[in-house]
């Protein structure tokens, strides 16, 4: 149960604008964080930021001197995958 609503094994919801969650056997939950910009994008000429934290990712100047998220770590982000073994997020 999270918040009132009984979850399934296996099912996934958005826990917050910066985090997916995802009901485990025997009724544990288990949250990573999720960039919702992964799907959009950023504008040209801006990069992908990782969250810090509680923040969620943003978009920077790519010649910024902060550090960008790789593409391949957003991809164990995404809420769409579904097929998966348990731990394999972390």
Request: charged fraction near 20%.
């Amino acid at each position: 149960q999270e918040r009132g609503r009984w979850r399934v094994p296996g099912e996934r919801w958005r826990g917050g604008p910066c985090q997916v969650c995802q009901c485990l056997p025997g009724g544990a939950v288990r949250c990573v964080p999720y960039c919702p910009l992964r799907d959009s994008g950023c504008p040209q000429g801006q990069v992908l930021r990782e969250g810090d934290g509680g923040s969620c990712c943003t978009c920077g100047p790519a010649g910024d001197n902060a550090t960008a998220t790789p593409p391949g770590m957003m991809t164990a982000l995404s809420p769409r995958v579904e097929a998966e073994a348990p731990g394999s997020l972390g």
